[in-house]
């Protein structure tokens, strides 16, 4: 079964940055189409920024601007690097990734805390 592992969340002050990243338990599970999404309380989860397997990319209106999303494809990786966090930024992060150009799956997510 695959695995997709984050990491990089944590707590960090208004204004801040972190970057969280994305990658499969086995190199040989390759990942294709890759989306960060989010989940704060009460909310539904959302769609933050997606890259293709071609590194097209696309971002929520909310974080455009700040965040950046990349891949490293040497290293079967994604990152998502945030600038500029405020306190809505606040929520848990999934990855969620298209697998060997067939399968999807979701990461267990990591949580973000923006907080003075």
């Known amino acids: 079964q695959v695995q997709l592992v984050e990491s990089g969340g944590g707590l960090v002050q208004p204004g801040g940055s972190l970057s969280l990243s994305c990658a499969a338990s086995?190199?040989?599970?390759?990942?294709?189409?890759v989306g960060w999404y989010r989940q704060a309380p009460g909310k539904q989860r959302e769609l933050v920024a997606a890259?293709?397997?071609?590194?097209?990319?696309n971002y929520a209106d909310a974080v455009k601007g700040r965040f950046t999303i990349s891949r490293d494809n040497a290293k079967n990786t994604v990152y998502l690097q945030m600038n500029c966090l405020n306190a809505e930024d606040t929520a848990v992060y999934y990855c969620?990734?298209?697998?060997?150009?067939?399968?999807?799956?979701w990461g267990q997510g990591t949580q973000v805390t923006v907080s003075s």
């Open positions: 086995r190199s040989i599970f390759r990942l294709y189409d």
């Open positions: 890259i293709t397997s071609g590194s097209s990319t």
């Open positions: 969620h990734a298209n697998i060997t150009n067939q399968y999807t799956y």
